[in-house]
């Protein structure tokens, strides 16, 4: 029985659903006879004994102005520094060093929402010459120089990357702020991070709706000055160049239309990709954790680059004639590390789609990969589900054929995997099933799919070079292999680790160090293991099966979110005293929120589960909805006062047995709540 702290809480890894443990399924012969990674002496070669020095490998990958000096340099631990000492460019590795043998091959397609606009495919030199332009207008422009952070609230579209590897070659910071995310959001993190300019567009097609974007920036411009932020420049991408499709006018000397300034004077600039250190930062993602606050993680320059590139081609196995499309979107780490910064290492050819792959029919993603001869396919067990659920038999109508498809951020249950190999990759595509996070850069806990079978439900081993441990509650190694479940922690860095959240050391030693350190003055990293958040378990032969979460976070259609942030929001409503968000499991998104809140005294409880919904959704965005707003007498709380989640997602999952309500103060509560959410009233909106 969970006793004081844990028994208020209910961890995703509390409520998550275990499936039995799945056979392996091989890969073609033909898969591993082609494979990148064939070589299984990876594993020795990069064991824990020769620890940092294999990394070099990973370096290797990459074009340097000047040759590094040192691998690792733990003497900010455990902010770690890769590669440092020698300088770089991410900007010139994604693209300058293309195009001397492939200037005419396809870094992206385009493929807008609406099913009659054409596919539009530009190449590494036309991405090249527009990212040069646009780094020439921020720098020249808007003032932007080396160091400064730039944020971006874009949607998918080829601009998105530009934006991006532009602030890169000038050796700014970007911030990319998920498309879908509020204002509220937007702005708060243009105020954490001191962002002066902001990188938008006027619209963009999203089931089948074309969506007035640009307002969101003169919101986000207004809740920016409410907390003492000025933002200088609005820099506005159309969706359609040379047609401006927003009803929010254009502010003067404020924003500006990016594609007339190029036109009049930025189309033909050049700036040379400016000298980074290894270890110099090249972005800001921003992801939830246990507080109220997002907080930014910190990446650098060599080694995440390194990282991204170095799975891209040995895990996710590309190769330069390869069609690569991952259909998550570039707001979030996925879309940063496989399809900007991994692929363009690579020089790969990729897929950025604008819209939601259900539209206008579950057919879609099959028509696209079919006519674009996609042959490497990534994405998540949510669109997989959605994707089954509303058109199971659609794969089959098509001829695509992928060689290897990747998912990622949600365990994918064996079922949902089964549809997925057999009839999206016709049984003969590999699977593979990607565990890491934000934090971690890129993949970490995958099987090698050359050299190892499949098993649905797995996430498989580490990858080389990776050596995670499960710890049990007080530190102690939950042993190898012996199917037990503990906290999911990293002996050992690797170069795609966050190197920090920016402006807050402290933070980031107390969320992912503080628990198992040895040591806080210690520079040595074995003192140091990084605890991920996840409960985890190990299977005898070394496969790895991802519980959850073990924070206040939950996991919704693999998409981070604080329940701390939802329940600011909603104590934002009149009349809402108290509010509790727990996870509730989901047949297609894994996880939902729900939402319980109580009222202040003789307040009319009509509208105020809609009025939740609503602030939860205008505060966060949409991806935060909850599924359903509970609005209930009394909330469960302990003697002294702490709100008891574990009864409520007990009960908003539907278990009879809702665990020890004896220390609670108001046993009572439980009752009527359950008769409330068991008994099918509606719940709210
Ligand atoms: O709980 C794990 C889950 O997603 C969390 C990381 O979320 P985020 O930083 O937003 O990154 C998502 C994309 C990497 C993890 O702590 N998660 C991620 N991948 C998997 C997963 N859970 C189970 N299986 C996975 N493959």
Same mark, same amino acid.
């Given at each position: 029985m969970a006793t004081g702290e844990e028994a208020q809480r209910a961890s995703e890894a509390d409520i998550a659903v275990h499936w039995r443990e799945e056979g392996y399924v091989w890969p073609p012969a033909s898969f591993a006879a082609q494979a990148n990674l064939q070589d299984r002496s990876v594993y020795d070669r990069m064991s824990l004994e020769r620890f940092p020095d294999y990394f070099a490998e990973h370096a290797e990958l990459l074009d340097w102005f000047s040759p590094y000096e040192a691998i690792l340099d733990t003497s900010h631990a455990p902010e770690w520094r890769w590669f440092t000492g020698g300088s770089l460019n991410a900007a010139y590795n994604c693209l300058d060093r293309h195009l001397e043998g492939a200037r005419n091959r396809v870094a992206f397609h385009f493929v807008p929402e609406p099913e009659d606009e054409p596919v539009v495919s530009v190449s590494y030199q036309q991405l090249w010459r527009r990212v040069n332009a646009f780094a020439a207008l921020l720098r020249d422009y808007a003032g932007v120089q080396k160091g400064d952070r730039v944020t971006i609230h874009m949607p998918m579209t080829v601009e998105l990357p530009v934006a991006m590897l532009a602030c890169a070659r000038l050796g700014a910071v970007h911030s990319v702020v998920f498309g879908g995310f509020s204002a509220q959001a937007c702005a708060d993190r243009m105020v954490d991070s001191q962002s002066h300019v902001l990188v938008t567009m006027d619209a963009y097609y999203r089931g089948g709706r074309l969506i007035d974007h640009k307002a969101k920036a003169d919101e986000t411009v207004a809740l920016a000055r409410e907390q003492g932020l000025e933002v200088r420049h609005v820099l506005v991408w159309q969706r359609h160049r040379g047609r401006y499709q927003s009803a929010a006018p254009l502010v003067p000397g404020r924003d500006a239309l990016v594609e007339d300034l190029l036109a009049s004077s930025f189309a033909r600039s050049r700036v040379a990709p400016e000298p980074m250190r290894g270890e110099d930062p090249l972005f800001l993602m921003y992801t939830s954790g246990s507080t109220g606050k997002p907080k930014a993680i910190r990446h650098g320059t060599a080694g995440y680059l390194a990282w991204v590139a170095w799975t891209s081609r040995y895990i996710q196995d590309l190769r330069p004639d390869d069609v690569y499309w991952c259909m998550a979107d570039i707001g979030w780490i996925t879309g940063h590390s496989y399809i900007v910064y991994g692929p363009l290492a690579l020089g790969v050819t990729g897929v950025i789609y604008e819209g939601v792959p259900t539209h206008p029919d579950a057919g879609r993603p099959w028509r696209v990969a079919e006519a674009l001869g996609v042959s490497v396919f990534h994405t998540s067990p949510t669109a997989i589900r959605q994707l089954r659920r509303d058109g199971p038999d659609e794969p089959q109508k098509y001829d695509h054929r992928f060689r290897i498809m990747t998912t990622v951020g949600e365990p994918i249950e064996p079922d949902v995997w089964r549809w997925y190999h057999?009839?999206?990759?016709?049984?003969q595509a590999v699977v593979v099933d990607t565990w890491w996070q934000t934090e971690t850069g890129g993949w970490l806990i995958t099987q090698a799919p050359g050299l190892m079978p499949m098993k649905p439900g797995s996430a498989g081993p580490a990858l080389p070079g990776i050596h995670p441990v499960i710890l049990d509650e007080?530190?102690?190694?939950? !042993?190898?292999?012996?199917?037990r479940a503990g906290n999911l922690c990293l002996r050992a860095p690797w170069p795609g680790i966050a190197q920090g959240i920016w402006g807050d050391r402290e933070r980031f030693i107390a969320t992912?160090?503080?628990?198992?350190?040895?040591? !806080?003055?210690?520079?040595?990293?074995?003192?140091w293991p990084y605890m991920a958040g996840d409960g985890a378990m190990q299977a005898a032969d070394g496969y790895y099966r991802i519980l959850g979460r073990i924070d206040d976070v939950i996991n919704v259609a693999g998409h981070r979110l604080g329940t701390k942030e939802l329940e600011s929001a909603a104590l934002?409503?009149?009349?809402?005293?108290e509010a509790a968000v727990v996870a509730a499991l989901d047949s297609v998104k894994g996880r939902v929120p729900e939402v319980f809140v109580s009222l202040e005294p003789g307040f009319d409880g009509s509208g105020v589960a809609a009025a939740v919904r609503d602030a939860v959704t205008r505060e966060i965005g949409p991806i935060a909805r909850p599924r359903a707003v509970w609005v209930v007498p009394d909330l469960p709380k302990t003697r002294s006062g702490k709100i008891m989640r574990r009864i409520l997602a007990a009960i908003a999952n539907g278990r009879e047995d809702v665990g020890?309500?004896?220390?609670?103060?108001?046993?009572e509560a439980v009752d009527a709540i359950r008769a409330l959410v068991q008994g099918g009233a509606a719940g709210g909106a």
């Open positions: 057999g009839a999206v990759g016709k049984g007080e530190g102690r190694e939950v !042993p190898a292999g012996s199917g992912y160090f503080a628990k198992y350190n040895r040591d !806080p003055e210690s520079k040595d990293w074995r003192d934002k409503v009149e009349g809402v005293a020890d309500v004896t220390s609670l103060a108001n046993p």
